[in-house]
């Protein structure tokens, strides 16, 4: 099945600090979601982004699916934004791969 | 007007016991799933449905028994209950089935339910 990898594993920031996570994946994709799964456990829904760039706010995700990445920004970051950031996707199986994560602290 | 319920939230259980966990999505969403989440949060899919039809099946043990009743609710019922089942379960749907229309495939979790087994 396809590699899911997700860097960095962890990310501490103080509040106003900009960041860049990134996903990696081993073949190509016809979908792609990036999860933020906040400190109560709730995943939730950041981006669909199987391809280009959209944005929301703060957040930001772009996905160059020739280059089989994906990139997930967060500017001015705040308290409420720690949690763990997950990267999902699937494939030709359609059977959808989680990444391990991207731990985000950030302090006030 | 929660869009994905489990329940029970928590379930703290011994080693032996069969239990189950109920799902319901008011998404008028045709496909429903089944993950765990470990310890080190790794979140990985047992079960699909679609239309109550059993369209993947990970390498579960047959212990793990999902049941769909209809198009909005899928539960999972698991037979003596090991130690290693302690995690996270959480259930999530998505509006298209995974294996035809790729288009907005979004799939939408519910809150999860904390399964600790003694």
């Known amino acids: 099945g396809i590699q899911v990898e997700q860097s960095p594993p962890d990310l501490i920031l103080q509040e106003g600090a900009n960041s860049t996570l990134r996903c990696n994946f081993s073949?190509?994709?016809?979908?792609l979601q990036w999860f933020h799964q906040n400190p109560w456990g709730q995943l939730i829904n950041l981006f669909y982004?199987?391809?280009g760039t959209k944005q929301n706010g703060r957040l930001s995700a772009t996905t160059v699916a020739t280059e089989r990445y994906s990139l997930l920004y967060i500017s001015s970051s705040q308290t409420t934004d720690s949690g763990v950031y997950f990267c999902?996707?699937?494939?030709?199986?359609?059977?959808?791969?989680f990444g391990r994560g991207t731990s985000l602290i950030v302090h006030p | 007007d929660t869009a994905v319920s489990q329940t029970p939230k928590y379930l703290v259980t011994q080693m032996g016991n069969d239990k189950s966990i109920k799902c319901e999505q008011n998404?008028?969403?045709?496909?429903m799933y089944w993950y765990k989440q470990d310890s080190k949060k790794f979140l990985k899919i047992m079960f699909s449905?679609?239309?109550?039809?059993?369209?993947i099946n990970e390498t579960v043990p047959n212990r793990f028994s999902p049941k769909s009743p209809d198009k909005a609710h899928l539960n999972l019922h698991i037979n003596s209950l090991e130690l290693g089942d302690s995690a996270v379960y959480f259930c999530?749907?998505?509006?298209?089935?995974?294996?035809?229309?790729?288009?907005?495939?979004?799939?939408?979790f519910g809150a999860g339910t904390r399964l600790s087994v003694l």
């Open positions: 999530a749907s998505s509006q298209v089935q995974p294996r035809t229309d790729v288009a907005k495939n979004i799939q939408y």
């Open positions: 073949d190509s994709v016809n979908n």
């Open positions: 982004i199987p391809s």
């Open positions: 999902a996707v699937s494939g030709g199986s359609y059977i959808p791969t």
């Open positions: 998404l008028g969403h045709d496909t």
């Open positions: 449905y679609n239309n109550k039809e059993l369209i």
